[in-house]
T-cell receptor, first 112, second 111 residues
Framework: EPEVTQTPSHQVTQMGQEVILRCVPISNHLYFYWYRQILGQKVEFLVSFYNNEISEKSEIFDDQFSVERPDGSNFTLKIRSTKLEDSAMYFC??????????FGQGTRLTVV | GIQVEQSPPDLILQEGANSTLRCNFSDSVNNLQWFHQNPWGQLINLFYIPSGTKQNGRLSATTVATERYSLLYISSSQTTDSGVYFCAASYSGAGSYQLTFGKGTKLSVIP
């Protein structure tokens, strides 16, 4: 089965530093997403991306976050100036027009 | 937006027992998925089931969209079934199929 791949699997960063989380969605999918899961809590939607632009974003996705599809295969999430509360598991997902989402294995971000 | 509620929040089973996990959603949906989050935090796709019934081995799922609920059945549970089970739903609009997740059911299967 095709899969979404994310790198790195773990990242530790100092507060105030910028981080970039990377994802390679499934190749024929058109919709891309980032979700976040704080430890012990539910998975929360951050942003969706379609046709090279943000289609929806949650109130969590403030000005410190940005997404980009720099080439035909990668999809990135940038956090400009990390805070302690950004520590979470970040999931990338992609879907076709059915809406069925396939998730990557996640990047565990720890801000110290 | 859509609200998703799961029950029970916690479930402890003896190995070999059967269980039913429930997911209620507040509005019409055309996407309903069940996931298993393993101890490493990965979200494993179990079912894509906006309506009807599907079976995969010891697991099966049923969604009754008109009554706004979905059920996940686990039969002959094994210790490897332990983890958190999430239901997630969406109604597709133009350009997005963002999923709303429930809080999950934490399943512990004891030998």
């Amino acid at each position: 089965e095709p899969e979404v791949t994310q790198t790195p699997s773990h990242q530790v960063t100092q507060m105030g530093q910028e981080v970039i989380l990377r994802c390679v969605p499934i190749s024929n999918h058109l919709y891309f997403y980032w979700y976040r899961q704080i430890l012990g809590q539910k998975v929360e939607f951050l942003v969706s991306f379609y046709n090279n632009e943000i289609s929806e974003k949650s109130e969590i996705f403030d000005d410190q976050f940005s997404v980009e599809r720099p080439d035909g295969s990668n999809f990135t999430l940038k956090i400009r100036s990390t805070k302690l509360e950004d520590s979470a598991m970040y999931f990338c997902a992609s879907s076709s027009t059915t809406g069925r989402a396939f998730f990557g294995q996640g990047t565990r971000l720890t801000v110290v | 937006g859509i609200q998703v509620e799961q029950s029970p929040p916690d479930l402890i089973l003896q190995e070999g027992a059967n269980s039913t996990l429930r997911c209620n959603f507040s509005d019409s949906v055309n996407n309903l998925q069940w996931f298993h989050q393993n101890p490493w935090g990965q979200l494993i796709n179990l079912f894509y089931i906006p309506s009807g019934t599907k079976q995969n081995g010891r697991l099966s799922a049923t969604t009754v969209a008109t009554e706004r609920y979905s059920l996940l059945y686990i039969s002959s549970s094994q210790t490897t079934d332990s983890g958190v089970y999430f239901c997630a739903a969406s109604y597709s609009g133009a350009g997005s199929y963002q999923l709303t997740f429930g809080k999950g059911t934490k399943l512990s299967v004891i030998p």
